[in-house]
């Protein structure tokens, strides 16, 4: 496999130290002090984090902040062709200010890629534990060692459970309608055509035999008559940051799939990207989590929305996840897994008896 990250390894950890030094005491008003800056070797492919602390003076007192950052991606073959870190940050800020939806406290955002060579933002580190993706949390790490089956079922639900608060706020009323992208058609149709032409840009030519299928399959059985809401785009357990007793939700991550759609697409990724880390490596699901079925009714209690059109998005979400697996294949030079990941095979299994 060839190592590629999102944006070229910050090797001048000194020199970009410094400058996020002046860039936060330009925006504090005041001498901010950087140290422990370190780029953790887990930073995926969608982009890269700095974790650093930042520390001044105030009102006599000295403090002292964990932080973390986000850098755009610049790759020569990204995971995504559009990324917007402003648009992530505006719905976090929104979020923040306006709803009881946990989210990072937001320290600012820099669009002049003058300043570290692409743009970015500053988050403080929100306190607790994250599971694996890297080895999948059913295969190793904390969740599987150092917890209890009270408190997995627990993680689990407080996770859903945000889900379900964040699908019942006003989109419109949040003044979130500009991920509408003025486009024609449902909101389900403008995403369709958009993982159509995402289809053509990863595949760099090539036609997905089991994606494509999967496409026409979407296609030709949507459902009529939806609600729109803001769909978070990437809800799984490895986005949360949950306290320490695994009892609740201290913030959600990662917005860059944020869309306006069903949120049934929202619960389907859920469950279906924990299906992927156990059916579709062959392993049992982590002991102690709810079962899918479990999940579906605790959702519908708590938003009032009905699931019969969840099997529908299960589909749209193993597309979804298997065009972005072979993009990512693509990407590293693993042309031989873009057809056959086993992604793809799961949803070949679930088109099959569709």
Same mark, same amino acid.
């Given at each position: 496999?060839?190592?590629?990250?999102?944006?070229?390894?910050?090797?001048?950890?000194?020199?970009?130290?410094?400058?996020? /030094?002046?860039?936060? =005491?330009?925006?504090?008003?005041?001498?901010?002090?950087?140290?422990?800056?370190?780029?953790?070797?887990?930073? $995926?492919?969608?982009?890269?984090?700095?974790?650093?602390?930042?520390?001044?003076?105030?009102? $006599?007192?000295?403090?002292?902040? @964990?932080?973390?950052?986000?850098?755009?991606? *610049?790759?020569? !073959? %990204?995971?995504?062709?559009?990324?917007?870190?402003?648009?992530?940050?505006?719905?976090?800020?929104?979020?923040?200010?306006?709803?009881?939806?946990?989210?990072?406290?937001?320290?600012?955002?820099?669009?002049?890629?003058?300043?570290?060579?692409?743009?970015?933002?500053?988050?403080?580190?929100?306190?607790? !534990?994250?599971?694996?993706?890297?080895?999948?949390?059913?295969?190793? +790490?904390?969740?599987?060692?150092?917890?209890?089956?009270?408190?997995?079922?627990?993680?689990?639900?407080?996770?859903?459970?945000?889900?379900?608060?964040?699908?019942?706020?006003?989109? *419109?009323?949040?003044?979130?309608?500009?991920?509408?992208?003025?486009?024609? +058609?449902?909101?389900?149709? !403008?995403?369709?055509?958009?993982?159509?032409?995402?289809?053509?840009?990863?595949?760099?030519?090539?036609?997905?035999?089991?994606?494509?299928? @999967?496409?026409?399959?979407?296609?030709?059985?949507? %459902?009529? $008559?939806?609600?729109?809401?803001?769909?978070?785009?990437? @809800?799984?357990? +490895?986005?949360?940051?949950?306290?320490?007793?695994?009892?609740?939700?201290? /913030?959600?991550?990662?917005?860059?799939?944020?869309?306006?759609?069903?949120?049934?697409?929202?619960?389907?990724?859920?469950?279906?990207?924990?299906?992927?880390?156990?059916?579709?490596?062959?392993? %049992?699901?982590?002991?102690?989590?709810?079962?899918?079925?479990? =999940?579906?009714?605790?959702?519908?209690?708590?938003?009032?929305?009905? @699931?019969?059109?969840?099997?529908?998005?299960?589909?749209?979400?193993?597309? !979804?996840?298997?065009?972005?697996?072979?993009?990512?294949?693509?990407?590293? +030079?693993?042309?031989?897994?873009?057809?056959?990941?086993?992604?793809?095979?799961?949803?070949?299994?679930?088109?099959?008896?569709?």
């Amino acid at each position: 496999m060839e190592e590629q990250r999102p944006t070229p390894l910050v090797e001048d950890l000194e020199g970009t130290r410094a400058k996020l /030094a002046a860039w936060l =005491s330009q925006r504090q008003g005041c001498s901010v002090a950087v140290s422990d800056l370190q780029i953790p070797e887990a930073t $995926g492919m969608s982009n890269v984090t700095l974790l650093f602390d930042a520390s001044w003076d105030a009102e $006599g007192q000295r403090v002292q902040e @964990a932080c973390v950052g986000r850098l755009q991606p *610049q790759i020569e !073959r %990204p995971v995504f062709r559009d990324y917007d870190l402003s648009l992530q940050y505006r719905i976090m800020e929104l979020l923040g200010r306006e709803t009881d939806i946990p989210v990072p406290v937001l320290r600012g955002l820099e669009t002049d890629p003058a300043v570290l060579g692409v743009p970015f933002y500053v988050m403080k580190k929100t306190e607790g !534990r994250i599971p694996t993706d890297m080895p999948p949390y059913n295969m190793d +790490g904390w969740l599987m060692h150092e917890t209890s089956l009270t408190q997995r079922e627990q993680l689990w639900n407080a996770g859903l459970d945000v889900l379900a608060r964040f699908h019942q706020l006003d989109h *419109q009323a949040l003044g979130i309608d500009f991920l509408d992208g003025n486009g024609r +058609g449902t909101p389900l149709q !403008r995403q369709l055509k958009h993982w159509r032409s995402y289809h053509d840009w990863a595949l760099e030519g090539r036609r997905h035999a089991i994606c494509s299928r @999967a496409l026409d399959w979407l296609d030709a059985h949507q %459902p009529k $008559g939806e609600m729109t809401r803001l769909c978070w785009g990437d @809800a799984r357990i +490895g986005n949360i940051i949950f306290s320490e007793d695994c009892s609740d939700v201290a /913030a959600v991550l990662d917005w860059e799939m944020a869309v306006l759609g069903n949120p049934l697409q929202d619960l389907a990724w859920y469950c279906f990207i924990d299906n992927t880390f156990a059916d579709g490596l062959g392993l %049992p699901r982590l002991e102690g989590l709810p079962s899918y079925e479990d =999940s579906i009714t605790r959702w519908q209690a708590a938003t009032g929305f009905s @699931a019969d059109d969840f099997q529908y998005y299960w589909i749209f979400a193993g597309m !979804r996840y298997g065009l972005i697996l072979s993009r990512i294949m693509m990407a590293t +030079g693993q042309e031989q897994e873009i057809q056959q990941n086993f992604v793809c095979k799961l949803l070949e299994r679930y088109l099959d008896e569709a």
